[in-house]
């Protein structure tokens, strides 16, 4: 299990990878060349990419013959969506008491 | 601001926005609020200012603690705050650093309160462009939705 949302977080916030990481939700393992293809960009700059995504825990890496295959990590996936759900839901139930320690104090002023 | 790229919420409020400005500013009422039921705020330290820091610590009813803190980025009462948000995690360090941004427009019922959290704060996200972790946040929640 992934500990490292900064890295998770970072990895996701340039473009070309937040797209690698939706091929590989949707498509499942994939090689490294498959992967390339979209992209006008060189195959070491590529491979920067995945490495970053690799080492943040999202994908993994798998040598298959002369293929680099790359897969997702449920788990790292997960581990926002479970941060983003503990915030909403801070929030959800800190406004419920906001709103009644606004009405207290309205009904004060009346 | 608002989109679907990012985590936003929002809530109709029956006060005036400087009411809720000052429930968000003011230690001694945002400590009555803060935190699901249940929990208290004994400990907070608020720099309401720009740029400057602030940091409340929750303690759960079986004594847990949570510690989450920031900085004010934008304070402009009674309508706009904007400020950095991160939770400490239980190793000591800071978790991921998010920007909180809440808007208070009034309305015939009072306020309607938004909140639009996202965005790094951080100078790698600066340096790129706009897109940032903003436009992630959304696919994300789809994905594991």
């Known amino acids: 299990m992934p500990n490292n ?19 590989l939700i949707r498509e499942g393992e994939t090689s490294a060349g498959d992967l390339a293809q979209p992209f006008a960009m060189s195959k070491p700059a ?37 941060w983003i759900e503990e915030q909403r839901k801070f929030w959800n139930a800190s406004f419920d008491r906001l ?10 002023q009346k | 601001m608002t989109n679907d ?13 400087q009411a809720v400005y000052d429930a968000w500013t003011k230690p001694e009422l945002l400590v009555q609020w803060w935190g699901p039921e249940g929990l208290t705020t ?12 602030w940091s409340t610590t929750m303690v759960n ?10 900085v004010y980025r934008v304070l402009e009462p009674p309508h706009r705050l904007v400020f950095t948000w991160a939770w400490e995690q239980d190793d000591g360090n800071r978790g991921p650093e998010t920007q909180v ?21 951080t100078a790698e996200t600066a340096n790129q462009h706009g897109f940032g972790w903003n436009s992630s946040f959304n696919k994300l929640e789809t994905f594991v939705g």
């Open chain 1, 5 to 23: 949302l900064h890295a998770v977080f970072g990895a996701l916030s340039d473009p070309t990878r937040m797209a690698i990481v939706e091929r």
């Open chain 1, 46 to 82: 590529i491979s920067r990419h995945l490495r970053v995504l690799e080492d943040s825990g999202l994908v993994a890496k798998r040598i298959n013959r002369q293929f680099r295959m790359f897969s997702i990590q449920r788990a790292a996936v997960n581990e926002i969506g479970d």
């Open chain 1, 99 to 108: 709103e009644a320690v606004l009405e207290q104090s309205e009904t004060k």
């Open chain 2, 5 to 17: 790229r990012t985590l936003t919420l929002e809530r109709q409020l029956g006060a005036t926005p």
């Open chain 2, 42 to 53: 004994p400990i907070h330290d608020m720099d309401v200012r720009p740029n400057g820091a």
């Open chain 2, 61 to 70: 009813p079986d004594g847990g603690k949570h510690t989450c803190s920031g």
């Open chain 2, 101 to 121: 941004e809440i808007s208070l427009m009034a309305n015939e019922s009072g306020t309607l309160m938004r909140l639009v959290q996202g965005e790094f704060d």
